[in-house]
């Protein structure tokens, strides 16, 4: 690994005096020096190559980089570990001129991050629930306080040691201090799953523990602060609670990571843990979830062939599990309950037909499956998608979609007992405000069924993540955190003391939902600064694909500007456009941020999504490549100043796009990325998903496989060709192992033009990168030195 330090030399200077002759003297033999040659460049890595030949539907090719992903062979480890360091150090020997610069950008970037000390208090029942970072430590503290005892609490800010001096009572209680966690693992606290019971007694939560690759189990007693001493599980991928906090459901993985089983723990019982559902096939999983009122929690068992749900009482949680659904493979399903009435959001096939988008169901809860009937709730309405759905107590809460625009309207419950679909403006929504170019809306936890506040974390191009509460009765609203970088200080508001927030009614069906951030500037939009464009780019089948542009308004010059091209594309998610600070180095140096929303990806219906997938993952890649072209054409970027990134499977997307077109990036950055599906998929090393095959593809169906070999980022690399500039980075803690990067930029080297203008790196990132903010400047720093580097060259 690279270290980031700085060293500082002192050279002290010692003056002699000398005289006017004895200076002469050495003027009049002064010899100027020779011009020093440059350093040679430094020596490229090339590893071992052991051919190892694969044949597949009677085609054969060679890989000479097999011997990479042999974890278990000792031999072929340590060369890899030799090899390692020799990437590290030609990495390092690449980019050594640009150590001033990454220090500059690893300064930018961290004074930009937010300076919270808690995250923004959850109220949830009697008690306020928040996270927050003691000084000199590393990981958070999980707290509450009543809200009562404090009714005006900011702590966001400047959080107090939790001490009231005024009644001389402490008001705050650690629930889980995550320093005292990494400490029993290895110095590494990674927390997936933490869920309070509803009673607020428990606390059940699971830690990654690295030495085992799984995630343990363990339950707290929240009155006392010890643990109890059942549950405590290994491998657990799933928890609800049920009979009030006084059982917990989990579900634990086999050793090929597939969730199969279900239990049940009595809290403080002796007896062992009940065994409720044992999935036997190899290709069924399981998951579990608490409806949001806790009275009954849902069983999903899906598999590649049927998807089914379950329902058990939390209040009899060992009297059984009820069906109430059942459809095709693949579909997304989420069930839950309100006043007697079961509500599901799937977008499953309606009477055998595919759909596009979700719809919502209803269906009375006491009800047989061969008697059940579910109703569709609204009629099909051309101008709205549903995205996803939230409840309460009171109110229905819809993220819809117009066009290519997001909407946040909330319903009155209970809905009418009407036997007919209705029209969404008949129910009388009210929309609740939202700034300009809004890329997501993502529902808070929302906890308290009861309360009528729900928080939401609206996400765009040009502004910082805002989390905000909408109080659904009164139609009051008020922005909760978000950060403020034009005053360098984050705006994190909380109860009634709070002055700054801004209360608005929510408007009706009809009415502009946006909030003008010239006329309130509670949004700290940056829209003043920078601005955002979409287009609509034609793609080679006439498909349109959406490319959203960020720029400063300063600095954009026609035909002159560097631009970074993102994209994705898989798993039917929605490009992530949310404004990231580190983005901000590239932007006021005049760079033009883009984002291609491919084929594959989310934000276009399940129809989007399935034209990206399988044999049709081409689509996604000449769509990447049609709005590559178009920013070129356009001149909104400079000819040969384009940059491609990508993470994950967006690594797979830019890296096959540079495949078919060499010459249209001139740099690449590629995350963790997925480079050699072929392999991958026909004989996995790490555990996939069935959701995986879906996406690129079953090798063991002959089209599947031939087009998987046809995108193959590793399988299609030219040869004799000059290729971009290629920043790969990984780490040995990835869900696409580290050796497929290595075999990557091996093969690239060994096949491409050699060009030190154009040089092929791999960077190996700590495991922790993600959980410490720092080291993500760090490497964040790196990557963006290297893309002006590339284009500066």
């Not at 010899?31 to 051919?51: D, L």
């Not at 060709?721 to 803690?733: D, W």
């Amino acid at each position: 690994m690279r270290h980031f330090l700085t060293s500082l030399r002192h050279n002290q200077l010692h003056h002699r005096r000398i005289t006017p002759r004895i200076h002469f003297i050495f003027c009049a033999n002064y010899k100027p020096q020779k011009p020093q040659p440059p350093p040679s460049p430094p020596s490229i890595p090339k590893p071992p190559k052991k051919p190892v030949t694969f044949t597949h539907h009677g085609e054969s090719w060679e890989d000479p980089y097999s011997w990479m992903s042999q974890l278990n062979d000792k031999v072929a480890m340590r060369h890899m570990d030799a090899y390692m360091e020799q990437e590290e150090k030609y990495t390092e020997a690449v980019m050594s001129d640009t150590e001033r610069l990454q220090s500059k950008l690893q300064s930018e970037m961290g004074s930009r991050l937010s300076n919270d000390l808690s995250t923004p208090p959850l109220r949830w029942g009697p008690w306020l629930y928040y996270r927050r970072v003691e000084e000199g430590k590393q990981y958070p503290v999980l707290c509450r306080r009543l809200a009562r005892a404090n009714e005006d609490f900011i702590s966001n800010k400047s959080p107090s040691a939790g001490f009231d001096f005024t009644s001389g009572k402490r008001i705050e209680q650690k629930l889980l201090d995550y320093n005292e966690e990494a400490e029993k693992f290895g110095g590494y606290a990674y927390e997936e799953l933490s869920e309070v019971s509803p009673d607020h007694r428990y606390l059940a939560y699971t830690m990654y523990d690295k030495d085992h690759d799984y995630f343990k189990l363990s339950v707290r007693d929240l009155n006392f602060g010890s643990l109890c001493s059942q549950p405590q599980a290994d491998q657990v991928s799933n928890i609800a609670w049920a009979k009030g906090g006084q059982a917990l459901f989990y579900v634990v993985t086999d050793q090929c990571k597939r969730p199969y089983r279900i239990y049940c723990s009595m809290i403080g019982s002796e007896q062992d843990d009940v065994l409720l559902l044992e999935e036997p096939s190899e290709n069924g999983y399981v998951n579990i979830r608490h409806t949001k009122d806790f009275q009954f929690v849902t069983v999903h068992v899906f598999s590649t062939t049927s998807s089914k749900i379950f329902l058990i009482d939390t209040a009899e949680p060992l009297s059984g599990m009820v069906p109430v659904w059942e459809c095709e493979a693949q579909a997304q399903c989420i069930l839950e309950h309100h006043q007697g009435y079961l509500y599901l959001f799937t977008d499953a096939a309606k009477d055998g037909q595919s759909v596009d988008h979700h719809y919502l169901l209803r269906s009375p809860v006491n009800c047989s499956l061969n008697r059940r009937k579910w109703d569709n709730i609204f009629s099909d309405d051309s101008e709205f998608i549903i995205e996803d759905v939230d409840f309460n107590d009171k109110h229905l809460v819809l993220i819809l979609r117009e066009g290519q625009n997001f909407r946040l309207c909330s319903i009155s419950l209970p809905l009418p007992s009407v036997k007919e679909e209705i029209k969404l403006k008949e129910l009388s929504p009210q929309f609740l405000p939202l700034p300009k170019n809004v890329s997501q809306i993502m529902p808070g936890p929302n906890y308290d069924y009861y309360s009528s506040t729900m928080r939401f974390t609206i996400s765009s191009p040009l502004m910082p993540d805002a989390v905000v509460d909408y109080d659904l009765s009164s139609g009051k609203w008020n922005i909760v955190q978000q950060q403020n970088l034009l005053h360098e200080r984050t705006k994190v508001l909380y109860g009634s003391s709070s002055s700054a927030s801004f209360i608005q009614r929510p408007r009706n069906l009809g009415s502009n939902n946006e909030v003008n951030p010239e006329n309130h500037p509670t949004w700290n939009d940056l829209s003043e600064f920078y601005a955002c464009e979409v287009y609509d780019v034609t793609s080679y089948d006439g498909m349109i694909v959406p490319l959203t542009v960020v720029y400063s308004r300063r600095r954009k010059k026609q035909a002159e500007n560097p631009g970074l091209l993102h994209g994705h594309g898989a798993y039917g998610e929605i490009l992530d456009k949310r404004w990231r600070s580190e983005l901000k180095s590239l932007l006021d140096r005049g760079w033009v941020i883009a984002y291609a929303d491919v084929r594959g990806g989310g934000g276009g219906g399940k129809m989007w999504h399935h034209d990206g997938r399988r044999t049709k993952k081409i689509n996604s890649i000449s769509d990447y490549i049609s709005c590559a072209k178009f920013l070129i054409e356009r001149e909104i970027v400079q000819d040969n100043k384009l940059a491609g990134w990508g993470y994950s499977a967006g690594g797979l997307l830019v890296a096959s796009a540079i495949n078919f077109c060499p010459s249209l990036l001139r740099a690449a950055v590629l995350e963790v990325p997925f480079l050699d599906p072929a392999n991958t998929l026909l004989n996995p090393i790490l555990p996939l998903t069935p959701a995986d095959y879906e996406e690129f593809g079953y090798p063991g169906d002959i089209d599947d496989f031939q087009a998987i070999r046809k995108y193959s980022p590793y399988d299609n690399i030219q040869k004799d060709i000059l290729y971009p500039a290629i920043l790969v980075t990984s780490s040995f803690n990835t869900r696409f192992g580290v050796w497929e990067a290595a075999k990557y930029v091996a093969r690239v080297r060994e096949y491409s033009v050699y060009d030190p203008k154009h040089p092929v790196l791999l960077n190996l990132t700590a495991d922790i990168v993600e959980e410490n903010r720092y080291l993500h400047c760090k490497e964040s720093a790196l990557e963006t030195a290297f893309l002006i580097k590339m284009m500066e060259s």
